[in-house]
Antibody, heavy 118, light 108 residues
């Protein structure tokens, strides 16, 4: 059974970089059928796709965040990562990692709350 | 950018039918997926590719998609169906994934 687990700091200062990692267990990330995604949800608000990455490193980002987002993958550790630069309070959210198959999400991590505050 | 519009809320009595719409320009030409999210939990896929159900999802959940509107239908609504529901598409022209605005379903 595939499992996904987000990890990273729960508090980030404004203007700094948010960094999260998603560890994938129960399946290899090098399967040709899947991308691996980050999705976030501000408190009390809806879901927002941040970006998706293939195991080869091919990435697709939300245009609204593209200038600040970098995703990477480490297949040796079966994990992928998110960096979001120059954060503000508007980036406070629960961040989910998920498996992306043909643009749909069948497996999700439990989510991790990241607050942006000084 | 592609926008998906959902009603903020839908109320339904137990054992009745709830219908949640998702409006988007020519959405009928795209594959629509639906997620259920309960408080404090990650979303769960309940319908994919317009009308297919993942294993373990009750037949009470069904979907349709045509023209500018996709619809998630929940038949014989139960108290446990109370949740937020999101539609989602993959815009293949630019590989963007887009979520709808979300609908809160309340069981009366």
């Amino acid at each position: 059974q595939l499992q996904m687990q987000e990890s990273g700091p729960g508090l980030v200062k404004p203007s700094e970089t948010l960094s999260l990692t998603c560890a994938v267990s129960g399946a290899s990330m090098t399967n040709n059928h899947y991308f691996w995604a980050w999705i976030r949800q501000p408190p009390g608000k809806g879901l927002e796709w941040i970006g998706s990455i293939f195991y080869s490193g091919t990435t697709y980002y939300n245009p609204s965040l593209k200038s600040r987002v970098t995703m990477s993958v480490d297949t040796s550790k079966n994990q992928f990562s998110l960096k979001l630069d120059s954060v503000t309070a508007a980036d406070t959210a629960v961040y989910y990692c998920a498996r992306d198959r043909s643009g749909r999400y069948t497996y999700w991590g439990q989510g991790t709350l990241v607050a942006v505050s000084s | 950018s592609y926008v998906l519009t959902q009603p903020p809320s839908v109320s339904v009595a137990p054992r009745q039918t709830a219908r949640i719409t998702c409006g988007g320009n020519n959405i009928g030409t795209k594959s629509v997926h639906w997620y259920q999210q309960k408080p404090g939990q990650a979303p769960v896929l309940v319908v994919y590719d317009d009308r297919d159900r993942p294993s373990g999802i009750p037949e009470r959940f069904s979907g349709s998609n045509s023209g500018n509107t996709a619809t998630l239908t929940i038949s014989r609504v139960e108290a446990g169906d109370e949740a937020d529901y999101y539609c989602q598409v993959w815009d293949s022209s630019d590989h963007r994934r887009v979520f709808g605005t979300g609908t809160k379903v309340t069981v009366l």
